[in-house]
T-cell receptor, first 114, second 112 residues
Framework: ETGVTQSPTHLIKTRGQQVTLRCSSQ?????VSWYQQALGQGPQFIFQ???????GRGNFPPRFSGLQFPNYSSELNVNALELDDSALYLC?????????????FGSGTRLTVV | GENVEQHPSTLSVQEGDSAVIKCTYS??????FPWYKQELGKGPQLIID?????GEKKDQRIAVTLNKTAKHFSLHITETQPEDSAVYFC???????????FGQGTRLTINP
């Protein structure tokens, strides 16, 4: 069984640009959640997708948006990048429709905004 | 909303000794408490979890205890080994809710 894969692993963007991060969920998992982890901090919930719809959102502005595809893979899009968006972005998949048990995290995408 | 506090931020123990990491939570409705281990360059990996209807859970050298009245839970690692060195995160959630709320993390170093 394959785990959660994220791409790219590292990315450098300029302030004001847009970025798209990608995540392939673990086989058999239909729910994907995205977290932002600033350096030295715990992950913070951005949003969750289930059956291709947003299923809960944390305290992040609308310039953070996402998609889930029929194969359960997902994208995180961030518009108008700010320096504070520099962080490790983690994708986690889980087998249930709702709930947060059985999370499997990917290794993340390290985004640097300059 | 839920807030999770984790202590200590760094912990250094001799190989073979025990390590204890403590977390407190604020929302009495929280009833799911996982612990994650994060190694350098990797995502968090679930090592043990506990639900609010259980006071203690063990898995080999790892145990978690939960005190619902005091709203705190702890991770206990016995007979520590060098490969236990990592950052450990506690988290809390309301079962069925969408999000985990994480603590700030504890950097555990096992000294040979």
């Amino acid at each position: 069984e394959t785990g959660v894969t994220q791409s790219p692993t590292h990315l450098i963007k300029t302030r004001g640009q847009q970025v798209t991060l990608r995540c392939s969920s673990q086989s058999g998992h239909n729910t994907v959640s995205w977290y932002q982890q600033a350096l030295g901090q715990g992950p913070q919930f951005i949003f969750q997708y289930y059956r291709e719809e947003e299923n809960g959102r944390g305290n992040f502005p609308p310039r953070f948006s996402g998609l889930q595809f029929p194969n359960y893979s997902s994208e995180l899009n961030v518009n108008a990048l700010e320096l504070d968006d520099s962080a490790l972005y983690l994708c986690a998949s889980s087998p249930g429709g709702q709930g947060n048990y059985g999370y499997t995290f990917g290794s993340g995408t390290r985004l640097t905004v300059v | 909303g839920e807030n999770v506090e984790q202590h200590p931020s760094t912990l250094s123990v001799q190989e073979g000794d025990s390590a204890v990491i403590k977390c407190t939570y604020s929302d009495s409705a929280s009833n799911y408490f996982p612990w994650y281990k994060q190694e350098l360059g990797k995502g968090p990996q679930l090592i043990i979890d506990i639900r609010s209807n259980v006071g203690e859970k063990k898995d080999q050298r790892i145990a978690v205890t939960l005190n619902k009245t005091a709203k705190h839970f702890s991770l206990h690692i016995t007979e520590t080994q060098p490969e236990d060195s990592a950052v450990y995160f506690c988290a809390a959630a309301i079962q069925g809710a969408q999000k985990l709320v994480f603590g700030q993390g504890t950097r555990l170093t096992i000294n040979p």
